[in-house]
DNA sequence: GCCAACGTTGGC
DNA sequence: GCCAACGTTGGC
């Protein structure tokens, strides 16, 4: 098993948006980004744990936890013309973007803001630190459990 | 809204 | 097969 941290813009889809699925999990699709792709398309798996992040917010921080509960399928956002998502050069045979479905775990009491991180000598080493724009990211077992003590859940 | 870091693309 | 240009990302 992989631990993972996923950003969202919470006024795209938040952890709340995520927590409130009728069907107990979301579809984390719209990944545009070549890096955050080949992490979703060749590493992440089912039952896989989840960093969920706020970005390009007021207060950028880790605000809860989720499961992957289902492996990289191809985005259907890339073949429907309607979406901002839509990428004329893909093609059903030949898909260029895929997402993952995951499921709500955990919401912080405290959410964890990235000024924090910055500041605590353990997390220095956290992808999230060393390469700020990168919106899936590989996360190591201490960083998971320091961050999820300070999110005190 | 600036701009730096990254992987991919595509012209040569 | 090199490498400059491009699109995406996200803190500031």
Redesign the pocket.
């Given at each position: 098993m992989t631990l993972w941290l996923f950003?969202s813009?919470p006024d795209e889809y938040s952890l709340q948006d995520l927590a409130a699925e009728a069907s107990g999990f979301g579809r984390w699709d719209?990944?545009?980004?070549?890096?955050?792709?080949?992490f979703l398309r060749d590493r992440v798996a089912v039952g896989d744990g989840v960093l969920f992040?706020h970005?390009?917010?007021k207060i950028?921080a880790v605000v809860g936890t989720a499961e992957v509960v289902r492996a990289a399928y191809a985005d259907p956002a890339q073949f429907d013309p309607e979406s901002k998502y839509f990428d004329p050069?893909a093609s059903a045979d030949k898909p260029?973007w895929y997402c993952v479905d995951l499921a709500w775990r955990s919401e912080f009491a405290h959410p964890v803001p990235?000024?924090d991180i910055?500041k605590n000598p353990q997390l220095t080493e956290m992808v999230l630190v060393k390469?700020?724009?990168?919106?899936i990211q590989p996360v190591r077992q201490e960083e998971w459990d320091s961050i999820v003590k300070l999110g005190g859940k």
């Open positions: 950003k813009e719209g990944i545009r980004n070549y890096q955050a792709r080949n992040y970005s390009a917010c950028p050069k260029r990235l000024a910055k390469q700020g724009r990168l919106s």
